[in-house]
């Protein structure tokens, strides 16, 4: 079984600041890792995952986030956040069984102030 | 291209009466299914999930069931609804490991 934990429930920023969304999960088996942002009263769009290969992936609207599969973890980042990027952000993991859940994490409130 | 839908998108229900909320997938067959529900303040639980027509397993025991009778169509269902089932159901279908969400149905139970 997987699980997840995102460390911080909320993140304030300032307008133009780098940001960082913690992420650490735990599985006895290899993973695929995702990160998700939900805008208020809307489903989830995909930012961008792993899968394999290169451990530094990069995602829609300017994030990126790095596996470590010694640290067990995929923190997200952005260089410089707008105020569009106010969200809650979802951290989740399966196994690569082809009918592997997805488990998410409680989410991240990320609230970009100018 | 791959379409998910959800309805209703709104629903305030009294205590005690049913619940019916559908979902279908269009472009893909035999998608796997997810039914998640988000709280206030909570991250997403998954329900109930679907790797074909009448296969459900269930994730947590609770009020709700969940129903597939056709190949892009799954259902979540209540006979009587409890407070504790107010949130938002997300509907998902899922495809190279990678999850694809519906909009959502607000469910409010008073």
């Known amino acids: 079984a997987q699980s997840v934990t995102q460390l911080d429930s909320q993140v304030p920023v300032f307008e133009e600041a780098p940001v960082e969304l913690r992420c650490n999960y735990s599985?006895?088996?290899?993973?695929?890792l995702f990160w998700y942002v939900q805008y208020p009263n809307q489903g989830l769009q995909l930012l961008l995952k792993y899968l394999s290969g290169s451990t530094l992936v990069k995602g829609i609207n300017g994030f990126e986030a790095e596996f470590n599969k010694s640290q067990t973890s995929f923190h997200l980042r952005k260089p410089s956040v707008h105020i569009s990027d106010t969200a809650e952000y979802f951290c989740a993991v399966s196994g690569i069984s082809q009918g592997g859940k997805l488990i998410f994490g409680q989410g991240t409130e990320l609230s970009v102030k100018p | 291209s791959q379409t998910i839908h959800q309805w209703p998108a709104t629903l305030v229900q009294p205590v005690g009466s049913p619940l019916s909320l559908e979902c279908t997938v269009e472009?893909?067959?035999?998608?796997?299914l997810y039914w998640y529900r988000q709280a206030a303040g909570r991250g997403l639980q998954l329900l109930f999930y679907s790797v074909g027509i009448g296969q459900i397993s269930s994730e947590v025991p609770q009020n709700l069931s969940a129903s597939r009778p056709q190949d892009r169509q799954f259902i979540l269902s209540s006979k009587k609804l409890l407070l504790s089932d107010s949130g938002f159901y997300l509907c998902a279908w899922r495809r190279t490991g990678e999850l694809f969400f519906g909009e959502g149905s607000r469910l409010t139970v008073l």
């Open positions: 599985s006895s088996v290899s993973v695929y």
């Open positions: 472009g893909t067959s035999n998608p796997n």
